[in-house]
Antibody, heavy 115, light 107 residues
Framework: QVQLQESGPGLVKPSETLSLTCTVSGGSISNYYWSWIRQPPGKGLEWIGY???????NYSPSLKTRVTMSVDTSKNQFSLKLTSVTAADTAVYYC?????????WGQGTLVTVSS | EIVLTQSPGTLSLSPGERATLSCRAS???????FAWYQQKPGQAPRLLIYGPSRRATGIPDRFSGSGSGTDFTLTISRLEPEDFAVYYC?????????FGQGTKLEI
């Protein structure tokens, strides 16, 4: 059974960089697209982007200038960096596997942007 | 960017009833790359339907999806108590992959 687990700081200061890692277990990171999706408290889902296991990321236009995604196949992990964060970036961040829809999700990690 | 608009925002029904949830796209999308998710409080979304009528693994057959072009529908034939949740539609045929704003299905 494929499992995804997000990890990273739960609190980030304004203007700093949010960094999260998603570890994939129970399956290979190869041959899939891997995405990040976020959900502000009490709101809906926002797609951040995806990265293929070989690279070639694709980002939401609204976040494109601040987002970087990468894959480490040797560790079966992929990561998200979001620069210059503000309070509007406070959300639960999910990692997910893309194929026919997003069939596997991490449990989500709350990241709060606050000084 | 394709905007997905779900209706209604909230749907109040009882167990045993039939639920029909709608999702309308601002422009035509490939039905092959369309999905529905269920989310319960404190949980990650769960894939229900993709493509747009194929049930994901382990999804009961009371859930069905249909549609093409700009109009898609999720139907729950007979509501069970565990079906009361928020439902999201999503397209993933072209970037950015957007989600609808959600329909809350409540008792």
């Amino acid at each position: 059974q494929v499992q995804l687990q997000e990890s990273g700081p739960g609190l980030v200061k304004p203007s700093e960089t949010l960094s999260l890692t998603c570890t994939v277990s129970g399956g290979s990171i190869s041959n899939y697209y891997w995405s990040w999706i976020r959900q502000p408290p009490g709101k809906g889902l926002e797609w951040i982007g995806y990265v293929y296991y070989r690279g070639n990321p694709n980002y939401s236009p609204s976040l494109k200038t601040r987002v970087t995604m990468s894959v480490d196949t040797s560790k079966n992990q992929f990561s998200l960096k979001l620069t210059s964060v503000t309070a509007a970036d406070t959300a639960v961040y999910y990692c997910a596997r893309g194929g026919h829809g997003y069939d596997y999700w991490g449990q989500g990690t709350l990241v709060t942007v606050s000084s | 960017e394709i905007v997905l608009t779900q209706s209604p925002g909230t749907l109040s029904l009882s167990p045993g009833e039939r639920a029909t949830l709608s999702c309308r796209a601002s422009q035509s999308v490939s039905s092959e790359y369309f999905a529905w998710y269920q989310q319960k409080p404190g949980q990650a979304p769960r894939l229900l339907i993709y493509g747009p009528s194929r049930r994901a693994t382990g999804i009961p057959d009371r859930f069905s999806g249909s549609g093409s072009g700009t109009d898609f529908t999720l139907t729950i034939s007979r509501l069970e108590p565990e079906d009361f949740a928020v439902y999201y539609c999503q397209h993933y045929g072209s970037s950015p992959y957007t989600f609808g704003q959600g329909t809350k299905l409540e008792i």
